[in-house]
């Protein structure tokens, strides 16, 4: 004969206590205020170019904007510059090496 299981009772629901109107008006309020300070907080990153902007729409402006684009279609590999044996890190930078005096 197997065991049988001893009857437990399930856990006591929690007695909520209704709050007075008042209280419940003022949580509203904080929470709205809440609300309101995380939204005037929050940001908007382009992962990418690792920039926090504003406001969403920012963030498409600058999704449209040519340094962006510069970033996302930067090669993953430093540039390099075989002429010279040297490595850059930045694209920027090795054109300016290019078209700078030191290049060869
Ligand atoms: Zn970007
Ligand atoms: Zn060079």
Redesign the pocket.
């Known amino acids: 004969m197997l065991p049988t299981k001893r009857y437990e009772a399930p856990p006591a629901p929690r007695i909520c206590k209704i709050k007075p109107k008042a209280a419940r008006a003022a949580e509203l309020r904080d929470l709205r205020a809440n609300l309101k300070k995380n939204r005037r907080r929050e940001r908007y990153t382009?992962?990418?170019?690792g920039?926090t902007l504003n406001s969403l729409i920012t963030l498409y402006e600058?999704?449209a904007?040519g340094?962006?684009h510069n970033?996302?279609n930067r090669p993953k590999e430093l540039p390099h510059c075989k002429d010279c044996n040297r490595t850059f890190d930045a694209v920027q930078h090795f054109n300016s090496h290019l078209r700078g005096k030191h290049h060869l």
């Open positions: 382009c992962k990418p170019c920039v600058h999704k904007s340094r962006h970033t996302i």
